[in-house]
Every structure is written in structure tokens, then in C-alpha cells.
């Protein structure tokens, strides 16, 4: 029907928000990030980092990201097993996620490894935003003091 059509086509885009945000955040293509991002974001890496959750504004976030990952030679997100859930408040995205940094180092321990999951939520305005971000950390594997 055309309800689930348009489900269907609501699911594709708000998926594709989200695996932008991952492809463009390896690129470091900043200003595309931040687009992606509603005004404010409740934000939370406090699974990984510590601290309490914030709220942030795209260029907030981005400034961090970009401060923490500037000496990595590549930055690789993957995702997938993604669950989405449409509502009337927006859409709700869990996903699995796995960053691998790499930076050649004189240790041999070239890479770090991040397995976790995330649960975004993104509003529907001119297009899908994220409004919402959680990290959840799993584990952390290899040269935790890789580009510091």
C-alpha cells in the first residue's frame, strides 16, 4: 500500500543519513557532517569517554571529531544490522558499528579497533536529521595510544 511504501522509502533515507555520517566523517569532510546534524544534539559517548551525556551543535561535535582523529592516517567505519522504526516523533536507528584507526607507528601496533553499537534518532525538517546520538562501546582493541 502506499503506507508502506512510503515507510519503506523513509527507512532507505534515514539509513542513508546515517551511513553518511560514517563515510563522511572517514573523508573528514566536516561541513557534510555537520549537516547531517540537527541544531542541537543529544549526544552520548559516555560509554566510551566517560563524563555525562550534552548537548552539542554540529559544530561542537565535529570540532571534537576532528581534533581527536587529525593525526590518524585512515579512519574506516562499518555498519550494518541496522533496525529502524518510523513514528510519527521521527525515526529511531539501532545499528552495530565497528571504527578501525590506522596510523603506521614504530610499534607495530598500527591500528586501534572500536566494536560497538549506536541508537540515533533523526527528525524529519527539509530532510532527515540526527537529533539524537548514543554511542555504545563493546570493546576497544590494539594500540590505545595510537596518534596521541
Known amino acids: 500500500s502506499g ?29 557534510n557532517v555537520q549537516k547531517l546534524f540537527d541544531k542541537k544534539v543529544a549526544f552520548d559517548m559516555t560509554s566510551l569517554a566517560g563524563g555525562t551525556p550534552a548537548e552539542l551543535t554540529p559544530e561542537q561535535i565535529t570540532s571534537s571529531w576532528e581534533s581527536g582523529l587529525k593525526n590518524l592516517k585512515v579512519i574506516h567505519h562499518q555498519a550494518g ?18 571504527a578501525v584507526h590506522y596510523l603506521p607507528d614504530k610499534s607495530g601496533r598500527n591500528t586501534r579497533i572500536f566494536v560497538g553499537s549506536y541508537n ?9 536529521v540526527i537529533d539524537r546520538f548514543r554511542y555504545n562501546s563493546k570493546f576497544v582493541e590494539g594500540n590505545l595510544d595510537l596518534g596521541k
Do not use: M, P
Not at 90 to 97: E, H, L, Q, S
Not at 120 to 128: G, N, R
Open 3 to 31: 503506507k508502506d511504501l512510503q515507510e519503506l522509502k523513509a527507512k532507505d533515507e534515514v539509513i542513508t543519513k546515517v551511513n553518511k555520517l560514517f563515510i563522511y566523517t572517514d573523508s573528514r569532510d566536516w561541513k
Open 81 to 98: 544490522n541496522y533496525i529502524v522504526t518510523i513514528s510519527s516523533a521521527g525515526a529511531d536507528v539501532f545499528c552495530y558499528g565497528t
Open 120 to 128: 540515533i534518532h533523526l527528525v524529519k525538517k527539509e530532510s532527515w
